[in-house]
T-cell receptor, first 116, second 111 residues
Protein backbone atom coordinates (compact mmCIF):
# COMPACT_ATOMS: atom_id res chain seq x y z
CA UNK A 1 0.00 0.00 0.00
CA UNK A 2 0.85 3.65 -0.16
CA UNK A 3 3.25 5.12 2.38
CA UNK A 4 2.55 7.99 4.73
CA UNK A 5 5.37 9.17 6.95
CA UNK A 6 5.29 11.33 10.05
CA UNK A 7 8.08 13.24 11.70
CA UNK A 8 9.07 13.33 14.45
CA UNK A 9 7.96 9.99 15.83
CA UNK A 10 8.52 11.22 19.37
CA UNK A 11 8.90 14.73 20.72
CA UNK A 12 9.15 16.24 24.17
CA UNK A 13 8.51 19.93 24.59
CA UNK A 14 8.21 22.36 27.45
CA UNK A 15 4.86 23.71 28.50
CA UNK A 16 4.06 26.94 26.69
CA UNK A 17 6.13 26.21 23.60
CA UNK A 18 4.93 25.18 20.15
CA UNK A 19 5.73 21.98 18.35
CA UNK A 20 5.29 21.04 14.70
CA UNK A 21 4.53 17.57 13.36
CA UNK A 22 4.94 16.80 9.67
CA UNK A 23 2.95 14.34 7.61
CA UNK A 24 4.16 13.33 4.16
CA UNK A 25 2.70 11.09 1.49
CA UNK A 26 5.82 9.49 0.04
CA UNK A 27 4.61 7.84 -3.14
CA UNK A 28 1.38 9.57 -4.00
CA UNK A 29 -0.20 12.98 -4.04
CA UNK A 30 -2.74 13.64 -1.34
CA UNK A 31 -5.27 16.40 -1.84
CA UNK A 32 -6.86 15.48 1.46
CA UNK A 33 -5.14 14.63 4.72
CA UNK A 34 -6.58 14.05 8.16
CA UNK A 35 -5.25 14.56 11.66
CA UNK A 36 -6.26 12.37 14.59
CA UNK A 37 -5.44 12.30 18.27
CA UNK A 38 -5.42 9.21 20.43
CA UNK A 39 -5.20 9.08 24.20
CA UNK A 40 -4.05 5.89 25.96
CA UNK A 41 -6.53 3.02 25.72
CA UNK A 42 -8.92 5.10 23.64
CA UNK A 43 -9.84 5.08 20.00
CA UNK A 44 -8.72 7.58 17.41
CA UNK A 45 -10.51 10.92 17.45
CA UNK A 46 -10.58 12.98 14.27
CA UNK A 47 -9.32 16.51 14.83
CA UNK A 48 -9.45 18.06 11.38
CA UNK A 49 -9.55 17.52 7.66
CA UNK A 50 -6.87 19.23 5.66
CA UNK A 51 -7.33 20.05 1.98
CA UNK A 52 -4.40 21.17 -0.11
CA UNK A 53 -4.43 24.89 -0.73
CA UNK A 54 -7.36 25.67 1.53
CA UNK A 55 -8.16 26.08 5.19
CA UNK A 56 -8.56 23.00 7.33
CA UNK A 57 -11.96 21.91 8.57
CA UNK A 58 -11.95 21.25 12.29
CA UNK A 59 -14.16 18.86 14.19
CA UNK A 60 -16.42 20.19 16.88
CA UNK A 61 -14.55 20.97 20.06
CA UNK A 62 -11.11 21.22 18.44
CA UNK A 63 -9.51 24.65 18.84
CA UNK A 64 -8.30 25.80 15.45
CA UNK A 65 -6.06 28.48 16.94
CA UNK A 66 -4.33 25.94 19.12
CA UNK A 67 -3.91 23.21 16.52
CA UNK A 68 -2.70 24.94 13.39
CA UNK A 69 -2.86 22.87 10.25
CA UNK A 70 -1.14 23.73 7.00
CA UNK A 71 -1.43 21.74 3.77
CA UNK A 72 0.68 23.76 1.39
CA UNK A 73 1.59 20.98 -1.04
CA UNK A 74 0.11 17.75 -2.33
CA UNK A 75 2.54 15.69 -0.27
CA UNK A 76 2.89 17.59 2.99
CA UNK A 77 0.62 18.62 5.82
CA UNK A 78 1.78 19.98 9.14
CA UNK A 79 0.16 20.17 12.54
CA UNK A 80 1.46 22.76 14.96
CA UNK A 81 0.42 22.51 18.58
CA UNK A 82 0.72 26.03 19.92
CA UNK A 83 1.28 26.97 23.55
CA UNK A 84 1.37 23.31 24.45
CA UNK A 85 0.19 22.13 27.84
CA UNK A 86 0.62 18.76 29.56
CA UNK A 87 -2.97 17.83 28.66
CA UNK A 88 -1.98 18.06 24.98
CA UNK A 89 0.31 15.09 25.49
CA UNK A 90 -1.03 12.43 23.19
CA UNK A 91 -0.43 10.25 20.14
CA UNK A 92 -1.06 12.29 16.99
CA UNK A 93 -1.71 10.42 13.77
CA UNK A 94 -2.14 11.69 10.24
CA UNK A 95 -3.68 9.99 7.26
CA UNK A 96 -3.90 10.74 3.56
CA UNK A 97 -6.35 9.90 0.82
CA UNK A 98 -4.95 8.00 -2.15
CA UNK A 99 -7.18 8.98 -5.04
CA UNK A 100 -5.77 6.48 -7.51
CA UNK A 101 -6.39 3.59 -5.10
CA UNK A 102 -10.11 4.10 -4.88
CA UNK A 103 -9.80 6.82 -2.26
CA UNK A 104 -8.28 4.45 0.27
CA UNK A 105 -7.01 6.23 3.37
CA UNK A 106 -3.49 5.40 4.54
CA UNK A 107 -2.10 6.31 7.94
CA UNK A 108 1.24 7.50 9.18
CA UNK A 109 3.17 5.85 11.99
CA UNK A 110 2.01 8.40 14.52
CA UNK A 111 3.84 10.95 16.64
CA UNK A 112 4.07 10.82 20.41
CA UNK A 113 3.95 14.25 21.98
CA UNK A 114 4.90 14.70 25.62
CA UNK A 115 4.56 18.15 27.13
CA UNK A 116 6.48 18.64 30.36
CA UNK B 1 -22.07 6.94 7.91
CA UNK B 2 -23.54 3.74 9.29
CA UNK B 3 -22.62 2.62 12.79
CA UNK B 4 -20.79 -0.65 13.36
CA UNK B 5 -20.77 -3.13 16.23
CA UNK B 6 -17.79 -5.34 17.01
CA UNK B 7 -16.98 -7.61 19.94
CA UNK B 8 -14.53 -5.90 22.27
CA UNK B 9 -12.07 -8.79 22.27
CA UNK B 10 -11.29 -12.16 20.74
CA UNK B 11 -8.62 -14.79 21.11
CA UNK B 12 -7.13 -16.99 18.44
CA UNK B 13 -4.49 -19.70 18.42
CA UNK B 14 -1.40 -19.10 16.34
CA UNK B 15 -1.69 -20.74 12.93
CA UNK B 16 -5.46 -20.92 13.04
CA UNK B 17 -7.87 -18.72 11.14
CA UNK B 18 -9.11 -15.61 12.92
CA UNK B 19 -12.66 -14.61 12.05
CA UNK B 20 -13.59 -11.12 13.18
CA UNK B 21 -17.28 -10.19 12.90
CA UNK B 22 -18.81 -6.79 12.34
CA UNK B 23 -22.45 -5.78 12.33
CA UNK B 24 -23.54 -2.82 10.24
CA UNK B 25 -27.29 -3.28 9.98
CA UNK B 26 -27.96 0.33 8.95
CA UNK B 27 -25.55 0.30 6.03
CA UNK B 28 -26.83 2.02 2.92
CA UNK B 29 -26.37 1.09 -0.68
CA UNK B 30 -23.39 3.30 -1.44
CA UNK B 31 -21.42 2.59 1.71
CA UNK B 32 -18.27 0.53 1.74
CA UNK B 33 -16.96 -1.68 4.54
CA UNK B 34 -13.36 -0.91 5.50
CA UNK B 35 -11.08 -2.81 7.85
CA UNK B 36 -8.04 -1.35 9.55
CA UNK B 37 -5.90 -2.63 12.36
CA UNK B 38 -3.74 -0.87 14.90
CA UNK B 39 -0.82 -2.59 16.48
CA UNK B 40 0.14 -1.09 19.81
CA UNK B 41 1.72 2.37 19.54
CA UNK B 42 1.53 2.47 15.75
CA UNK B 43 -0.73 4.17 13.24
CA UNK B 44 -3.63 2.17 11.79
CA UNK B 45 -2.85 -0.14 8.90
CA UNK B 46 -5.25 -0.55 5.99
CA UNK B 47 -6.29 -4.16 5.50
CA UNK B 48 -9.10 -4.44 2.99
CA UNK B 49 -12.41 -2.96 1.90
CA UNK B 50 -15.46 -4.03 -0.06
CA UNK B 51 -18.90 -2.98 -1.23
CA UNK B 52 -20.91 -6.08 -2.08
CA UNK B 53 -18.66 -8.85 -3.24
CA UNK B 54 -16.25 -10.81 -1.11
CA UNK B 55 -12.71 -9.55 -1.37
CA UNK B 56 -9.33 -11.14 -0.81
CA UNK B 57 -5.81 -9.75 -0.76
CA UNK B 58 -2.45 -10.81 0.61
CA UNK B 59 -3.44 -9.91 4.14
CA UNK B 60 -7.00 -11.10 4.58
CA UNK B 61 -10.39 -11.99 3.16
CA UNK B 62 -13.55 -9.98 3.61
CA UNK B 63 -16.87 -11.77 3.54
CA UNK B 64 -19.94 -9.55 3.26
CA UNK B 65 -23.38 -11.08 3.74
CA UNK B 66 -25.85 -10.86 0.90
CA UNK B 67 -27.99 -8.29 2.75
CA UNK B 68 -24.77 -6.39 3.60
CA UNK B 69 -25.80 -6.03 7.22
CA UNK B 70 -22.74 -7.79 8.52
CA UNK B 71 -19.27 -8.82 7.45
CA UNK B 72 -16.38 -10.98 8.61
CA UNK B 73 -12.69 -10.32 8.29
CA UNK B 74 -10.70 -13.52 7.99
CA UNK B 75 -7.02 -13.82 8.72
CA UNK B 76 -6.35 -17.30 7.33
CA UNK B 77 -3.29 -18.21 9.38
CA UNK B 78 -2.95 -15.89 12.34
CA UNK B 79 0.50 -15.14 13.71
CA UNK B 80 1.58 -13.46 16.92
CA UNK B 81 2.22 -10.29 14.92
CA UNK B 82 -1.47 -10.13 14.06
CA UNK B 83 -2.27 -9.22 17.65
CA UNK B 84 -3.88 -5.79 17.31
CA UNK B 85 -7.08 -3.81 17.56
CA UNK B 86 -9.16 -4.36 14.42
CA UNK B 87 -11.54 -1.66 13.30
CA UNK B 88 -14.52 -2.16 11.02
CA UNK B 89 -15.64 1.13 9.47
CA UNK B 90 -18.52 1.80 7.15
CA UNK B 91 -18.52 4.89 5.02
CA UNK B 92 -19.76 6.16 1.74
CA UNK B 93 -17.66 6.72 -1.34
CA UNK B 94 -18.87 10.29 -1.61
CA UNK B 95 -16.97 13.50 -1.07
CA UNK B 96 -16.68 13.07 2.70
CA UNK B 97 -13.73 10.76 3.18
CA UNK B 98 -13.52 10.99 6.95
CA UNK B 99 -13.05 7.71 8.79
CA UNK B 100 -14.75 7.49 12.17
CA UNK B 101 -13.22 4.92 14.48
CA UNK B 102 -15.19 2.97 17.05
CA UNK B 103 -13.61 0.87 19.78
CA UNK B 104 -12.77 -2.07 17.53
CA UNK B 105 -11.92 -5.65 18.48
CA UNK B 106 -8.74 -6.50 20.32
CA UNK B 107 -7.53 -9.70 18.73
CA UNK B 108 -4.99 -11.59 20.78
CA UNK B 109 -3.16 -14.36 19.00
CA UNK B 110 -1.83 -16.90 21.47
CA UNK B 111 1.13 -19.23 20.93
Amino acid sequence: GAVVSQHPSRVICKSGTSVKIECRSLDFQATTMFWYRQFPKQSLMLMATSNEGSKATYEQGVEKDKFLINHASLTLSTLTVTSAHPEDSSFYICSAREVTAGNTIYFGEGSWLTVV
Amino acid sequence: DAKTTQPPSMDCAEGRAANLPCNHSTISGNEYVYWYRQIHSQGPQYIIHGLKNNETNEMASLIITEDRKSSTLILPHATLRDTAVYYCIVKSGGSNYKLTFGKGTLLTVNP
